[in-house]
């Protein structure tokens, strides 16, 4: 995006923001990606993360000009170990922070004029309004999804279970309560997690309504219809800036080198011996995991379609590449966005977390989707019915959970051959691609609603500036 025309030296001298997210990959990249084009612009930014994700980032490129890194101490459990015991975890997260980033603030100079906190952190609207000082709640996962946790009384529930989602039930579609979402089913929601978790994000919802304005990582085009009501609905101003992903530093950050087997050579000189289209690039997150046997079930599925593929496994990528053969590659990790432009990728295995989706759509690519829980069924949802621009696997699962390897097989032959069903999911994947680059640039959607966004931000921190100064 190109800066709007603002007064940059009022943007430094008086705006410093202090940029909370949530302790987690999913949802500290977008926040980044988001304090990058605000730093642009002007704006002092603070990004507050734990010791422990300090050291994390370290090891990724710097922070853009503009931002600097500061901690609050490790109060919460490791990232290495989160996924097992994720009720304790989020415990921590809504009890724990609070305190150190409070005593953060009295430290920082100069004051802190606004503060941009994920929506999954409530504390920090309570700190902010505590304070004085705006609140913005940046959400990171789709509009869709926010729609149906703000408006959750809209739903079925029975006692202590988070929805009524029974056999007779779980086709119905919530068209009957949020018009919007007309290809988004009850099911969907059946991979909450637990009562504990969903208490909890709904707790995080009802401290929306005391945010001085909520951003999304999405753009206008792709939920155009829910975004409306939601800014009918709430009382603060509502602004899609997305797609939130690093297409920023597309150009500017050099290939990852990742050697393979001493060979000398990387990941992308594999791709770029690889034929245009041929490729499926496989990725199924960086927090929750599919089962043992699921994983069985996808390799030996891989193997068994002679496809050509790339696989991100975070684990024993050594044992997956035994399993899943030699028409492909398995690496620990991998420049994600990167590979998704690489001409010879051809499709893109996903788990269906929000900024995968996103990444998916900016480079044009058809998702196969393979949802694990969370925001990551309607997601699919989305894709695969809403979108048209890829199929899922999950519609093949067995009684015992777990999608067999012939069907994963087949599946995976049919999404990637050249049909006349297959070359219709493309145009519209390519639309989709357009849509999200003309969101960016001058006078797009997002350029417009983050410039409005920025004019706001000054707008409040002048007046918590000018009341600072009263108070002193």
Known sequence: MSPPNLDASGASTCCHVVAMPYPGRGHINPMMALCRPLAARGVAVTFVVTEEWLGLLQSSPAPPPGVRLRTIPNVIPSEKGRAADFNGFLEAVYTKMEDPVEQLLDRLEPPVTAIVADTYLPWAVALGNRRNIPVISLFTMSASFFSVLYHFDRLPVAGDRPL??????????????????????????????????LRQALEAFSWVRKAQCVLFTSFYEIEACV??????????????????????????????????NGSGKDYFDWLDSQPKSSVLYVSLGSFLSVSS????????GLRSSE?????????????????????????PWCDQLKVLCHPSVGGFLTHCGWNSTLEGMFTGVPMLTFPISWDQPPNSRLIVDEWKVGLSLK????KDEVVGREEIAKTIKRFMEDTVENREMRRRAAELREASHRAIQDGGSSWTNFNSFVRDLLDASITCSLSYQKEK
Not at 227 to 255: F, H, Q
Not at 311 to 327: F, I, K, L, N
Not at 395 to 398: C, F, G, N, T, Y
């Open 164 to 197: 009524l989602v029974d056999e007779s039930d779980a086709d119905e579609p919530l068209e009957q309560f949020f018009p919007c979402l007309a290809s988004v089913r009850l099911a969907d929601f059946r991979t909450v997690r637990s009562v504990l978790t």
């Open 227 to 260: 975004i409306d009501a939601l800014r009918a609905e709430l009382s603060c101003p509502v602004y899609p800036v997305g797609p939130s992903i690093p297409y920023m530093t597309l150009e500017e950050k050099p290939k990852e080198r990742i050697l393979l």
């Open 293 to 300: 046997s699921q994983m069985d079930e996808i390799a030996m």
């Open 307 to 331: 496809t050509r593929f790339l696989w991100v496994a975070r684990g024993d990528s050594s044992q997956v590449q035994e399993m899943s053969g030699v028409m492909g590659l398995v690496v």
């Open 395 to 398: 519609e093949m699962v067995r």
